[in-house]
């Protein structure tokens, strides 16, 4: 439902919010015949190929920064859209937090600096 918008009643057109008893397509479960909800090799997304993404993983089994073993993401600038490296989910959401800003990240470094106990 609209959180801006006032509740709309029963067959008003005006709020283009989805319908309740209907869930977003993004939550539909897959279904390999259904051919728009095929995952994509992550990869393309980032103008890499499958087999640079595979040179990466074989190159990079850490989270480049933390170094976390498990699942890493693709992390890219998004001012330029170059691949940057190969990140945990924590450290790539961290990055996007701070807007890609070294000047934020130097703060939060200052900020933790001053109120460590």
Known sequence: MCAARPRAKQGDLTCKARPSNRPPQS????SPTTRSLQ???????????????????????RCEICAAEGRLVIDHDHRT???????????NSAIGKLREDPELFANALNYLERHRG
Do not use: D, E, K
């Open 27 to 30: 939550r539909r479960p897959f």
């Open 39 to 61: 995952p994509t090799c992550p990869a393309s997304r980032y103008g890499i190929t499958r087999s640079q993404l595979a040179a990466m993983r074989a190159r990079v089994t």
């Open 81 to 91: 859209g170059r691949v940057r490296g190969l990140l945990c989910q924590n450290c």
